[in-house]
């Protein structure tokens, strides 16, 4: 992940609050070459870990979309996001839990529709940042909800300082990033792997 490193040298800015900016790679603008590889990377990961049979991925939308998507088709699976609004689509009944938005400021409920999650399914969850946990908690929340199986958790990048890792290792699965940061001096900086 030579190129993931590159990227975050080059355009992370740490803007304060806890918040690094990545827009020009992962949250606004998409560089579809780099998904692909993160895609395949998180794959060869899981594998690694012995992480086999996943049946369904889940991300939280927006930026966790392009990541998990990549994943998905690099296994040839579906790819369900949790939405922040529940949708009047959903006449099926969802499956909810709340989590705080760093970004957004304001506690959202996410919600998975009934009809694409359920006790059959085999799940990875994957997300743009691993940052204080309450996202992943909350998916993982989700799972549970629908009886499916939590295979592994697997985020782009983990904000070390913010010791996301630790408040989910009651999960009891692989988790996975693919580049930690710290913060030094207001600089971004790429934190020893795991």
């Given amino acids: 992940m030579n190129t993931l490193q590159q990227r975050i040298l080059n355009e992370a800015v740490y803007i304060g609050n806890g918040i690094i900016k990545v827009d020009g790679f992962l ?8 998904m ?13 870990h012995g992480v086999r049979s996943i049946t369904k991925i889940l991300t939280v939308g927006i930026s966790g979309i392009a ?38 400021g304001k506690i959202v409920q996410l919600s998975v529709s009934r009809e694409y ?17 309450e996202t992943i908690r909350a998916l993982a929340e989700i799972i549970n909800q629908s009886r ?11 904000k070390v300082f913010e010791e996301g890792r630790e408040k989910l290792s009651h999960l009891n699965v692989p988790l996975i990033s693919l580049a930690r940061l710290n913060v030094l001096d207001n600089r971004v900086i790429i934190a020893e792997q795991n």
């Fill in 27 to 34: 949250n606004h603008q998409i560089d579809p070459q780099l």
């Fill in 36 to 48: 692909t590889e993160f895609g395949r990377e998180f794959v060869r990961l899981f594998k690694i």
């Fill in 67 to 104: 990541p998990a998507l990549a994943v998905a088709q690099e296994l040839n699976i579906p790819m369900v996001f949790a939405r922040k609004q529940r949708s009047i689509t959903m006449i099926e009944g969802c499956y909810q839990a709340a989590a705080m938005s760093r970004t957004g």
């Fill in 117 to 133: 999650m359920s006790q059959a399914d085999r799940v990875v969850l994957i997300d743009d940042f691993l940052a204080t946990g």
């Fill in 148 to 158: 499916a199986s939590l295979l592994g958790v697997g985020c782009v990048l983990e």
